[in-house]
């Protein structure tokens, strides 16, 4: 087997530039031999390393990792020094020793220590009063931009105006804590940090009132029809709804229906209905219904 191994690295040139050829000898030596060189156990990303090597002679020597590849001519007997630039980025590398044979060595390189925490959180408004509405998620990473796998907890805090503030601590799981809460009563800006040693990150969520509740309407008739409007209008949690809200007005003047669309302005909807006989006036917002106005005809 290792006479096979030997003739497709010397077909395919491996004593050339790293190219296509050199990686199918790379894939083929995976199978050779113990190899004679020793690769480091415990290898931290951006750390200096050594590969020791036994017996004498000259050989040529190949590394391939995750964002690297190079050869270099070395001495047998004598330890290859990996630089902590060529092990900046963590995940599997193979050792490849050349000589009349070829042999090769795995070895895995470990993040360093977290020095960035990522946090992402979903949405960034929400309306109150609904379950399991807001998401957070916090990804660990090294100085050299690698996720650190090594368990860590991150503890989450969410604080809002008027409430006291509320914690929980998360273990990371392959390199990520997450945590899943629903939105409060009050509408107004809702903050969240994820903390880990002494790396923070802060987030807000923004909680909205939610659909309108309970609408109650009054009008009076006018030079030009009938004036109508909405009391206040809030949420089911007393919160006021964002300007904009539609509502609609409806009016029934016998066999006549008419509908206006009006938008929230300061809390306030309002609209004028053309109607000149008795007329039923009511309002509806989503799924929320007002109370009915009967209005006499116009004398």
Same mark, same amino acid.
């Given at each position: +087997?290792?006479?096979?191994?030997?003739?497709?690295?010397?077909?395919?040139?491996?004593?050339?530039?790293?190219?296509?050829?050199?990686?199918?000898?790379?894939? +083929?030596?995976?199978?050779?031999?113990?190899?004679?060189?020793?690769?480091?156990?415990?290898?931290?990303?951006?750390?200096?390393?050594?590969?020791?090597?036994?017996?004498?002679?000259?050989?040529?020597?190949?590394? @391939?990792?995750?964002?690297?590849?190079?050869?270099?001519?070395?001495?047998?007997?004598?330890?290859?020094?990996?630089?902590?630039?060529?092990?900046?980025?963590?995940?599997?590398?193979?050792?490849?020793?050349?000589?009349?044979?070829?042999?090769?060595?795995?070895?895995?390189?470990?993040?360093?220590?977290?020095?960035?925490?990522?946090?992402?959180?979903?949405?960034?408004?929400?309306?109150?009063?609904?379950?399991?509405?807001?998401?957070?998620?916090?990804?660990?990473?090294?100085?050299?931009?690698?996720?650190?796998?090594?368990?860590?907890?991150?503890?989450?805090?969410?604080?809002?105006?008027?409430?006291?503030?509320?914690?929980?601590?998360?273990?990371?799981?392959?390199?990520?804590?997450?945590?899943?809460?629903?939105?409060?009563?009050?509408?107004?800006?809702?903050?969240?940090?994820?903390?880990?040693?002494?790396?923070?990150?802060?987030?807000?969520?923004?909680?909205?009132?939610?659909?309108?509740?309970?609408?109650?309407?009054?009008?009076?008739?006018?030079?030009?029809?009938?004036?109508?409007?909405?009391?206040?209008?809030?949420?089911?949690?007393?919160?006021?709804?964002?300007?904009?809200?539609?509502?609609?007005?409806?009016?029934?003047?016998?066999?006549?229906?008419?509908?206006?669309?009006?938008? @929230?302005?300061?809390?306030?909807?309002?609209?004028? +209905? @053309?109607?000149?006989?008795?007329?039923?006036?009511?309002?509806?917002?989503?799924?929320?219904?007002?109370?009915?106005?009967?209005?006499?005809?116009?004398?």
């Amino acid at each position: +087997m290792s006479s096979s191994i030997n003739t497709a690295c010397k077909s395919h040139k491996v004593h050339g530039a790293l190219v296509a050829g050199v990686f199918i000898c790379l894939a +083929m030596v995976a199978v050779a031999q113990e190899a004679p060189l020793h690769v480091p156990s415990n290898a931290v990303a951006g750390q200096a390393a050594s590969i020791a090597t036994t017996g004498g002679g000259s050989a040529t020597f190949y590394l @391939v990792g995750p964002s690297i590849s190079f050869k270099q001519d070395v001495e047998l007997g004598q330890n290859i020094d990996l630089t902590a630039k060529e092990l900046q980025t963590s995940g599997d590398y193979v050792a490849v020793l050349c000589t009349g044979t070829c042999s090769s060595a795995r070895f895995f390189v470990v993040p360093g220590k977290a020095a960035a925490l990522t946090f992402l959180v979903h949405p960034s408004r929400a309306p109150v009063g609904l379950n399991d509405v807001i998401n957070g998620v916090a990804f660990p990473f090294d100085q050299f931009h690698n996720l650190v796998l090594a368990p860590a907890t991150v503890q989450f805090e969410l604080t809002a105006k008027g409430s006291a503030p509320t914690s929980r601590r998360v273990q990371t799981h392959d390199g990520i804590a997450w945590f899943r809460t629903s939105s409060g009563k009050s509408a107004g800006a809702l903050q969240i940090s994820a903390s880990l040693s002494d790396l923070v990150a802060r987030r807000v969520v923004q909680q909205v009132a939610s659909d309108p509740c309970n609408l109650r309407i009054k009008g009076q008739r006018t030079a030009k029809g009938i004036l109508v409007e909405t009391e206040p209008v809030r949420d089911c949690s007393g919160n006021p709804v964002p300007d904009g809200t539609i509502v609609t007005f409806t009016a029934k003047d016998g066999h006549e229906v008419s509908f206006v669309d009006a938008p @929230v302005k300061q809390d306030i909807a309002r609209a004028t +209905m @053309v109607a000149k006989g008795p007329v039923v006036v009511s309002a509806a917002s989503g799924v929320a219904t007002g109370n009915e106005l009967r209005l006499g005809g116009k004398e």
